[in-house]
């Protein structure tokens, strides 16, 4: 997209007000004070008035003062519209940029990381207000959408990070036509790639030319293909496959640009179906015919923390380790029994650039600029009655306060408690026998799961992101060459922190927030429903007791994992990949809700 084919220069901007910008800044100020507190970069001190606090900047001269509960896992929800900000006797405007300044110190934000991370949060604030703008449907509008609806519906990015919608790289122009919030329908660019220069591997029962017959339609093949042969060029020498509009702009046609002049890329143009941006910004769903595959892009845009490519090498054993994990789902009856599935990545295509990558190391973001992969759609999966919603949405708030949540719950007629219970049987039953059984981890975050509905009450849940997103963590055990990739060392001490960090800390600790603080459920059933989910999925694996007792759900107590740290450290690249347990930023711990449930031994 060009500047000209979007809103004009005024049009772009206007939500931009001083009104929305004020109230954006007063939610990320409440989820900075919230989020670092519980990371114990901030000691709040409690004031006279009950459940009142106040936090002091470095040089002590400004204040922040705000009402908060304290809720388990040392969780802060925080009333946004109580805090207040003083310096001596004024009382002075929330402003996100400088709360980052006058804290920089408590942050650990060097001088080379503070601009850049301020741009994050202009950034950030500039998609709050866009969104605050824009009139979304109430939580319980939305809880009754369809599937793509609720996708681009969502008001919050990752519940932890704080600044969580940098994408640094995007013109205000090219948010409104890629941002996910802007529901912008869009059309992939497509290339051609010379085989000696690309990589493409395919899962079990499925071939390059099978792909991209069930992907085009004749008529775009025909069309790609008189591109080639008008050149002089046999497209039986190349590959077809998409980019991120963006990508081609502003980094192919230009870093890329001796490939294209030497005839290794050809551009084709943008194919025929319409796709939509989803949270993830760079994966892809197609609206033209939801039954295709998702669309997985490389896109070197700075997102939360990382470079969002995709890099060539790292793509290939992508489908195998897809099939792989289909195959061990499908001969497991714990999985069976919960109904529980994945959307494999079928395909993946890499291009390799000669001269980056002589001249780069192994994760350089010039060696991920240039890749894409095709997933599933779980579209043709849902039975008559069912819908779809990627799991993020329970934690999602209206501008009322409307919870999604608390809104399938009544949509249900079920009593909190009992649908709470129908959820974690989908969702933390499988994630639990993954780890127990297989040594088999997940990033289970909101973004990489979907439920499936049915009248309110989650009917089974499908994981997605798979090739990028598990490690198995047992030395011994044996996995095919082409997976070997995804075993991780991981100390002993750590690896339960797959479940308490990535589900607890990560997710459970806003969703136990959010029904408590709505009156919907109350924390001590909220984790005693937990705690009974992971009782009896044990009572139903004797032969793994042993591994329950070394890896014990019910300890006092488990380390803290602080992720906002990682991007205030770094954030350019917060995590290596290659050493992702080596990267973490334990503080202290916190208490365990389930200990108090510990069945008796």
Known sequence: MTAGNGPTAPEAVAHLTPALWARANRLLIRKGLAEFAHERLLTPRRLPQDDHYTV????????????????????????????????????????????????????????????????????????????????????????????QAIETGMTEGHPCFVANNGRLGFGIHEYHAYAPETASPLRLIWLAAHRDHATFTAGAGLDYDTLIRDELDHTTRTRFTATLTGLGLDPDDYYFFPTHPWQWWNKLSVTFAAEVARQRLVCLGPGDDDYLAQQSIRTFFNTTSPAKHYVKTALSVLNMGFMRGLSASYMEATPAINDWLARLIAADDTFLAARFSIIRERAALGYHHRQYEAATAKGSPYRKMLAALWRESPVPTVEPGQRLATMASLLHLDDEGGSFAAALIE???????????????????????????????????????????????????????????IAVMDPHAVLPPAVERI???????????????????????????TLADRGVLDEDTFWHTVAACVTDYQATAPHLAEKFRQYDMFTDEFALSCLNRLQLRNNQQMVDLEDPAGALQLIGTLRNPLAPYAPAT
């Open 56 to 147: 002091r900047s470095d040089d002590g001269t400004t204040a922040y003062h705000f009402a908060a509960r304290r809720q388990a896992l040392d969780h802060w929800q925080v009333d946004a519209d109580s805090i207040t900000r003083h310096r001596g006797d004024s009382e002075l405007p929330l402003d996100a940029m400088e709360f980052f300044i006058e804290l920089r110190e408590s942050l650990g934000l060097g001088e080379d990381i503070l601009p850049v991370y301020l741009e994050e949060i202009s950034s950030t604030l500039s998609g709050t207000a866009y969104k605050l703008a824009a009139g979304l449907p109430s939580a319980a509008e939305l809880a009754k959408s369809p599937f």
């Open 411 to 469: 949509e249900s007629g079920l009593e909190p408690a009992v649908w709470l219970r129908r959820y974690l049987d989908a969702y933390l039953t499988p994630v639990l026998h993954a780890f127990y059984a297989y040594d088999l981890v997940f990033m289970p975050h909101g973004e990489n799961a979907i439920l499936v509905l049915e009248d309110g009450a989650v009917d089974r849940v499908i994981f997605k992101d798979i090739a990028e997103e």
């Open 487 to 513: 075993r991780a060392d991981v100390p002993e001490d750590k690896k339960l922190l797959s479940v308490f960090t990535d589900v607890f800390d990560c997710f459970f600790r806003f969703l136990s927030g």
